[in-house]
């Protein structure tokens, strides 16, 4: 299983690290980057919180310009929850006037597993911050998404190694009119992934999220359900982007894709990360690119030991 990398951009800015041990002024403008605050708590060099950071980085920035901001490594992230940073950024929602995008939890494998990232309650972030445009997590453990209404968000990602039940319904509950991008890693059940293809019907139905163009269900042990539910499912024709990625996806759900409703329309369908066979890759390309859809089939996988379809295994669990 693969691991996940820091993001190297958000609201299309590229990543820049506050280096908050120099006590220098950043070089880049306030608006020119998507500024990532971390703190090593192993670090014996700098002994500094995640809050004092976020403040050094308050008076080192102006806040009124800052557009994005990514919450790494808070301290001791598997042991305290998410609240932590989020209180602290929404305390300031009054200096961070210009704030359209916020990720949390972007962390490595080597700081900390995906699935043992202490989330919490971030609808927090959408009630304080009503201009904001993108939302992004990174870990599934005692994450929540209570049903909220926010008229600008446009793109939603939650990256986890088992997405609990509750956190689909709760999306699936809200209001978000504007909302052209959501992408959900479903995980495996081992790590809380709970959900079942039944739980996406409202999703798939076109009904929920009228400007979706871009849907992602992928990470998911469930893949090739995931692709017969979403063969015949009716939020497919509003689609540019189909996303079935880094799960367990094999012949079947391949098959199903092909025998299901035209998908000559989308822009791209990327199933990296899969268990197909190599005829069964030819027969998508062939189906689809001579139409100008783009087709991602990379990363063609190999099952466990002699386990067949019990040895898939999704990008990314733990």
Do not use: C
Not at 201 to 213: N, Y
């Amino acid at each position: 299983m693969s691991g996940v990398d820091h993001l190297h951009e958000l609201l299309g800015l590229p990543t820049v690290d506050f280096q908050h041990a120099t006590g220098e002024a950043p070089v880049q403008a306030a608006d020119a980057a998507a500024w990532r605050i971390s703190v090593d708590p192993y670090d014996d060099e700098s002994e500094m919180t995640w809050e004092e950071a976020f403040q050094a980085f308050l008076k080192a920035v102006d806040p009124a310009g800052v557009r994005a901001l990514i919450v790494g490594q808070w301290g001791e992230s598997y042991e305290e929850k998410s609240s932590y940073p989020i209180d602290l950024i929404i305390a300031a929602a009054d200096r961070l006037t210009s704030l359209e995008a916020v990720f949390v939890g972007d962390m490595t494998m080597e700081e900390n597993e995906i699935s043992w990232i202490e989330q919490s309650d971030v609808t927090a972030l959408l009630k304080a911050f009503p201009g904001l445009l993108e939302l992004g997590v990174r870990g599934g453990t005692d994450l929540v998404f209570s049903p909220t209404k926010h008229e600008r968000l446009r793109s939603l990602t939650i990256e986890t190694g088992g997405l609990p039940v509750g956190v689909i319904r709760g999306i699936l509950d809200s209001e978000l009119p504007a909302l052209e991008r959501l992408d959900l890693w479903l995980g495996v059940s081992a790590y809380g992934g709970d959900a079942d293809v039944a739980d996406l019907a409202p999703l798939l139905s076109g009904t929920r999220f009228p400007r979706l163009t871009h849907l992602g269900l992928r990470n998911s042990e469930l893949q090739n359900e995931i692709a017969t539910a979403v063969a015949s499912a009716p939020v497919v024709a509003q689609l540019r982007v189909l996303d079935l990625s880094n799960g367990t996806m094999g012949d079947e759900g391949a098959a199903a894709l092909l025998d299901g409703q035209p998908l000559t329309h989308l822009e791209k369908l990327d199933l990296h990360h899969h268990f197909m066979t190599e005829p069964m890759e030819r027969r998508i390309k062939e189906a689809l690119e001579p139409h100008g859809v783009r087709v991602d089939v990379s990363e063609r996988e190999k099952p466990w030991g002699d386990r067949g379809v019990e040895g898939r295994y999704t990008s990314v669990s733990e």
